[in-house]
């Protein structure tokens, strides 16, 4: 590992259990910020009002999460009615007023969700967890309460892979190990040491959120991660042991979108710097082509989605439009 990456993991990884709850909550009131805890959900019925109810008892009650907030992502199930049942504020994606026209995916959700909140720190977590705790939100902002100079914190774990029959193993994280993590190591070993480079689990200043493009699709970990970087340094970002996630698995065609947008965000930052012509991607949308037997003619044209949202802050609607809760 590089040496500059070797001494940001000794320095810059935190462990969940290093921080509790009385700590953070005396540092948030000594800096005066206030926090928010955005949960992008498409189609998460079978978990969602779990995974609300959990932080809402363990971080809105005794007062360190003021904003616990669902973005709706264009579900077509029962995810809006029972994340509010359970207490979150929840916003339909598409509703939110940005002046720009709604696209899907979730880092549409996450960019859409500043618009709503108010938040100093914005902490973010999937919806559709299976293995977790609250102190997942506690761990992602343990680092940033104790250190000014850190913006960024990423969560990492153990991934855990279901299987049909029930069993797990470490087998999670496909696009992580095939794709995020061999780009890393190629192109910006500087963050060989981020151990879970796409976790979906990662709380970051509002100050920084608001001056960095976001991919509407999966891309958005990949595109914060390397643009905070870019910028700001090293040193503004930490990472903290989560422990151990489990989740629900997407297919390996579904995957294969997911790694479109990842590759795409990548390219775009290879190409930093060159002139437009030279550079990969410049449009919204591509097509993948796979490849399936159950499928009339053998093969689909998958849409992917590879468009990226401007900085927050250079949006007229910002902040804080006038979008009310669905
Ligand atoms: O259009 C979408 C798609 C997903 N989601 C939500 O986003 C979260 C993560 O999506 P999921 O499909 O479960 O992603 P994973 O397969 O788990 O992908 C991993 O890798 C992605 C790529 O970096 C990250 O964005 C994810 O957070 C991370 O869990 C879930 O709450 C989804 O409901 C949306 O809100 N809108
Ligand atoms: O983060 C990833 O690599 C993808 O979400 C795939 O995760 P999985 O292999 O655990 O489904």
Same mark, same amino acid.
Not at 201 to 206: G, L, T
């Given at each position: 590992?590089?040496?500059?990456?070797?001494?940001?993991?000794?320095?810059?990884?935190?462990?969940?259990?290093?921080?509790?709850?009385?700590?953070?909550?005396?540092?948030?009131?000594?800096?005066?910020?206030?926090?928010?805890?955005?949960?992008?959900?498409?189609?998460?019925?079978?978990? !969602?009002? +779990?995974? %609300?109810? /959990?932080?809402?008892?363990? &971080?809105?009650? *005794?007062? $360190?999460?003021?904003?616990?907030?669902?973005?709706?992502?264009?579900?077509?199930?029962?995810?809006?009615?029972?994340?509010?049942?359970?207490?979150?504020?929840?916003?339909?994606?598409?509703?939110?007023?940005?002046?720009?026209?709604?696209?899907?995916?979730?880092?549409?959700?996450?960019?859409?969700?500043?618009?709503?909140?108010?938040?100093?720190?914005?902490?973010?977590?999937?919806?559709?967890?299976?293995?977790?705790?609250?102190?997942?939100?506690?761990?992602?902002?343990?680092?940033?309460?104790?250190?000014?100079?850190?913006?960024?914190?990423?969560?990492?774990?153990?991934?855990?892979?279901?299987?049909?029959?029930?069993?797990?193993?470490?087998?999670?994280?496909? !696009?992580? +190990?095939? %794709?995020? /993590?061999?780009?890393?190591? &190629?192109?910006? *070993?500087? $963050?060989?040491?981020?151990?879970?480079?796409?976790?979906?689990?990662?709380?970051?200043?509002?100050?920084?959120?608001?001056?960095?493009?976001?991919?509407?699709?999966?891309?958005?970990?990949?595109?914060?991660?390397?643009?905070?970087?870019?910028?700001?340094?090293?040193?503004?970002?930490?990472?903290?042991?989560?422990?151990?996630?489990?989740?629900?698995?997407?297919?390996?065609?579904?995957?294969?979108?997911?790694?479109?947008?990842?590759?795409?965000?990548?390219?775009?930052?290879?190409?930093?710097?060159?002139?437009?012509?030279?550079?990969?991607?410049?449009?919204?949308?591509?097509?993948?082509?796979?490849?399936?037997?159950?499928?009339?003619?053998?093969?689909?044209?998958?849409?992917?989605?590879?468009?990226?949202?401007?900085?927050?802050?250079?949006?007229?609607?910002?902040?804080?439009?006038?979008?009310?809760?669905?």
């Amino acid at each position: 590992m590089e040496l500059a990456a070797r001494r940001w993991f000794d320095s810059h990884t935190y462990l969940a259990t290093d921080f509790t709850l009385p700590e953070l909550l005396e540092r948030k009131r000594e800096q005066n910020l206030s926090i928010s805890v955005v949960i992008p959900a498409r189609n998460e019925e079978a978990t !969602v009002a +779990e995974v %609300v109810s /959990r932080i809402s008892d363990a &971080l809105v009650e *005794p007062g $360190l999460v003021d904003e616990l907030v669902v973005i709706d992502s264009d579900s077509t199930d029962a995810t809006a009615a029972l994340a509010a049942k359970a207490g979150a504020q929840v916003y339909a994606a598409g509703a939110i007023e940005t002046g720009l026209k709604s696209l899907p995916g979730k880092g549409e959700a996450l960019w859409r969700s500043l618009f709503v909140t108010r938040g100093d720190i914005v902490a973010f977590i999937d919806a559709d967890l299976t293995e977790w705790g609250a102190h997942f939100i506690t761990g992602l902002l343990g680092p940033m309460l104790r250190d000014r100079k850190v913006s960024l914190v990423k969560g990492f774990y153990d991934r855990l892979f279901s299987s049909a029959d029930g069993g797990h193993s470490p087998q999670g994280g496909r !696009v992580t +190990e095939l %794709v995020a /993590r061999p780009l890393i190591n &190629l192109h910006w *070993p500087i $963050l060989s040491g981020v151990v879970q480079p796409l976790a979906g689990e990662w709380a970051m200043r509002r100050s920084l959120a608001e001056t960095l493009p976001f991919p509407v699709g999966y891309g958005v970990e990949f595109a914060t991660l390397t643009d905070t970087v870019w910028r700001h340094g090293l040193g503004a970002v930490a990472q903290v042991d989560l422990g151990q996630r489990g989740h629900s698995h997407q297919n390996v065609h579904d995957l294969g979108v997911m790694a479109t947008e990842i590759l795409a965000t990548a390219t775009r930052r290879l190409n930093r710097g060159r002139p437009p012509a030279s550079v990969g991607y410049t449009h919204a949308w591509t097509d993948l082509y796979q490849y399936d037997r159950s499928v009339e003619g053998f093969w689909r044209a998958r849409d992917v989605p590879i468009a990226e949202r401007p900085p927050a802050i250079t949006v007229q609607a910002y902040p804080f439009a006038d979008s009310a809760p669905a």
